[in-house]
């Protein structure tokens, strides 16, 4: 029998951002309840909001999970079935901590934990986590509470709540509109129901597809950010005549475009947009970007007079910085889009709401709409297996530095940057892997700088 509580496996599962594992040799109730109890101790929570996704292990393990934090004195609510920026929400809405049972876009056979302070504030491995693991290792997360208060145990639905709270951020009015939404056997097929239902069939016509809960994923991986998962949803706006595309991931807090003709959109792009519509709120706003997004999200805001900042790329990074400065909206080109007045969460839903109101609000296809937005051709994310990362990306800064016109940082991985082109290449927190992001020009210049750099950073991995 695998002991999911020894100290080497408790370290292997407990990350950056999250918890996550395989299910049940790495992750299990007991490790759940462990948490549960650790989490009430190291955040002081007098009441904790728990919620799950539709995987088959997810209801046991948050009510695990519930168990742990009320040995530990703290008071539970339930809120059932939930999207990852559902628990957001209510964490926000209701003022209390939060824990949500989901692996995201994971496979079948994993599960994880993503935990926040009040006002979903995130917790990562600098802000508690690494507290939390630690005392699950030692067992000391097994005491009691202080006063030797056992908390108690309710339900709280706040489904309808959290419809109702996105749609007055993003109202969507104007044209009806056709619109396809995948939501890949995840929690989209939850909460979509709820906050179309809200809009009615006079506004959007809604085609679903793959909206059953099932954590089998048995129509194909709920990871849109691989764009073979959108075949489906292309071929279904195409056959629909829809006037648009939206996929979700599992636990949906991302959210990804398909415009009218059955092309995949960039989430740099729908950062861009979303951008403009909230500059149009709040002049001269700050806007994050991480350092992949492309390079058209900075110009357009500064064009509209916003004040465009660079992260690195990660939500903790994105939510730190916004909360620093204030800003109003945050895009990542992993399709995570964060609001400030969402309490900086991430919603993939309020996302695909802001899509909705900005095409409802003109008489033009998506693919115009967005024209001005998607600027400058951008080659997706290339892994390379990569044993001596730091050496690799050393050979590329001293090459291309030396080059006219070119500037380098290394913010995050090395970014190179040139007036007709940029690349950043980072390695990955958990694999031998360098993730190459390049942007030209064109597409003979983004494709002559893609292919010099891949050939250079595989050249070295074979060294």
Same mark, same amino acid.
Not at 255 to 274: H, K
């Given at each position: 029998?695998?002991?999911?509580?020894?100290?080497?496996?408790?370290?292997?599962?407990?990350?950056?951002?999250? %918890?996550?594992?395989?299910?049940?040799? /790495?992750?299990?109730?007991?490790?759940?309840?462990?948490?549960?109890?650790?989490?009430?101790?190291?955040?002081?929570?007098?009441?904790? %909001?728990?919620?799950?996704?539709?995987?088959?292990?997810?209801?046991?393990?948050?009510?695990?999970?519930?168990?742990?934090?009320?040995?530990?004195?703290?008071?539970?609510? &339930?809120?059932?079935?939930?999207?990852?920026? /559902?628990?957001?929400?209510?964490?926000?809405?209701?003022?209390?901590?939060?824990?949500?049972? #989901?692996?995201?876009?994971?496979?079948?056979?994993?599960?994880?934990?993503?935990?926040?302070?009040?006002?979903?504030?995130?917790?990562? @491995?600098?802000?508690?986590?690494?507290?939390?693991?630690?005392?699950?290792?030692?067992?000391?997360?097994?005491?009691?509470?202080?006063?030797?208060?056992?908390? @108690?145990?309710?339900?709280?639905?706040?489904?309808?709540?959290?419809?109702?709270?996105?749609?007055?951020?993003?109202?969507?009015?104007?044209?009806?509109?056709?619109?396809?939404?995948?939501?890949?056997?995840?929690?989209?097929?939850?909460?979509?129901?709820?906050?179309?239902?809200?809009?009615?069939?006079?506004?959007?016509?809604?085609?679903?597809?793959?909206?059953?809960?099932?954590?089998?994923?048995?129509?194909?991986?709920?990871?849109?950010?691989?764009?073979?998962?959108?075949?489906?949803?292309?071929?279904?706006?195409?056959?629909?005549?829809?006037?648009?595309?939206?996929?979700?991931?599992?636990? +949906?807090?991302?959210?990804?475009?398909?415009?009218?003709?059955?092309?995949?959109?960039?989430?740099?792009?729908?950062?861009?947009?979303? +951008?403009?519509?909230?500059?149009?709120?709040?002049?001269?706003?700050?806007?994050?970007?991480?350092?992949? #997004? @492309?390079?058209?999200?900075?110009?357009?805001?500064?064009?509209?007079?916003?004040?465009? %900042?660079?992260?690195?790329?990660?939500?903790?990074?994105?939510?730190?910085? &916004?909360?620093?400065?204030?800003?109003?909206?945050?895009?990542?080109?992993?399709?995570?889009?964060?609001?400030?007045?969402?309490?900086?969460?991430?919603?993939?839903?309020?996302?695909?709401?802001?899509?909705?109101?900005?095409?409802?609000?003109?008489? %033009?296809?998506?693919?115009?709409?967005?024209?001005?937005?998607?600027?400058?051709?951008?080659?997706?994310?290339?892994?390379?297996?990569?044993?001596?990362?730091?050496?690799?990306?050393?050979?590329?800064?001293?090459?291309?530095?030396?080059?006219?016109?070119?500037?380098?940082?290394?913010?995050?991985?090395?970014?190179?940057?040139?007036?007709?082109? #940029?690349?950043?290449?980072?390695?990955?927190?958990?694999?031998?892997?360098?993730?190459?992001?390049?942007?030209?020009?064109?597409?003979?210049?983004?494709?002559?700088?893609?292919?010099?750099?891949?050939?250079?950073?595989?050249?070295?991995?074979?060294?």
């Amino acid at each position: 029998m695998v002991d999911t509580l020894s100290a080497e496996n408790v370290h292997a599962i407990f990350k950056a951002y999250d %918890v996550r594992g395989t299910v049940p040799d /790495q992750l299990d109730e007991d490790l759940a309840r462990a948490t549960g109890r650790a989490y009430v101790q190291v955040t002081g929570a007098r009441t904790v %909001v728990v919620g799950h996704d539709m995987r088959p292990s997810s209801p046991g393990m948050a009510g695990a999970f519930a168990e742990g934090a009320t040995e530990s004195g703290a008071d539970v609510i &339930m809120i059932g079935l939930a999207s990852t920026d /559902q628990l957001y929400f209510a964490s926000g809405h209701l003022g209390h901590p939060g824990a949500m049972f #989901t692996a995201s876009h994971n496979p079948a056979q994993y599960n994880g934990i993503k935990m926040c302070r009040a006002g979903a504030t995130p917790i990562g @491995s600098e802000t508690g986590l690494a507290e939390i693991r630690d005392l699950v290792v030692s067992q000391a997360g097994a005491a009691s509470s202080a006063e030797g208060r056992t908390g @108690s145990i309710s339900e709280h639905d706040v489904l309808e709540a959290y419809a109702a709270h996105l749609l007055s951020l993003a109202p969507v009015q104007g044209r009806r509109l056709k619109v396809v939404a995948d939501a890949g056997n995840g929690m989209a097929g939850w909460t979509a129901p709820a906050v179309f239902g809200r809009l009615g069939p006079d506004v959007v016509d809604l085609v679903p597809m793959y909206f059953e809960l099932d954590g089998t994923f048995p129509n194909h991986e709920a990871n849109p950010l691989d764009e073979e998962t959108l075949s489906d949803l292309k071929a279904r706006v195409i056959a629909e005549g829809a006037d648009i595309g939206l996929a979700f991931d599992g636990d +949906a807090d991302r959210c990804f475009l398909v415009d009218e003709r059955g092309r995949a959109v960039s989430p740099s792009t729908l950062t861009a947009l979303i +951008a403009a519509r909230e500059l149009a709120k709040e002049p001269g706003a700050t806007i994050i970007h991480n350092l992949i #997004t @492309s390079r058209a999200v900075p110009e357009l805001v500064s064009e509209l007079g916003g004040v465009p %900042v660079r992260t690195r790329v990660g939500h903790s990074y994105i939510k730190a910085t &916004m909360a620093e400065t204030d800003a109003i909206f945050g895009g990542e080109h992993s399709g995570h889009f964060y609001f400030r007045d969402f309490w900086r969460a991430d919603s993939g839903m309020l996302a695909a709401l802001h899509a909705l109101a900005a095409l409802a609000e003109v008489d %033009v296809p998506l693919s115009e709409l967005l024209a001005d937005y998607e600027r400058y051709p951008m080659s997706g994310e290339i892994n390379s297996t990569v044993t001596d990362q730091a050496a690799v990306m050393d050979a590329l800064e001293a090459q291309y530095a030396a080059e006219v016109g070119v500037t380098t940082d290394r913010l995050d991985g090395l970014t190179v940057s040139h007036a007709d082109w #940029t690349f950043n290449v980072r390695p990955s927190n958990t694999e031998p892997l360098l993730r190459l992001n390049a942007e030209g020009k064109d597409t003979p210049t983004m494709t002559a700088v893609r292919d010099d750099v891949l050939a250079q950073i595989r050249a070295g991995a074979s060294r």
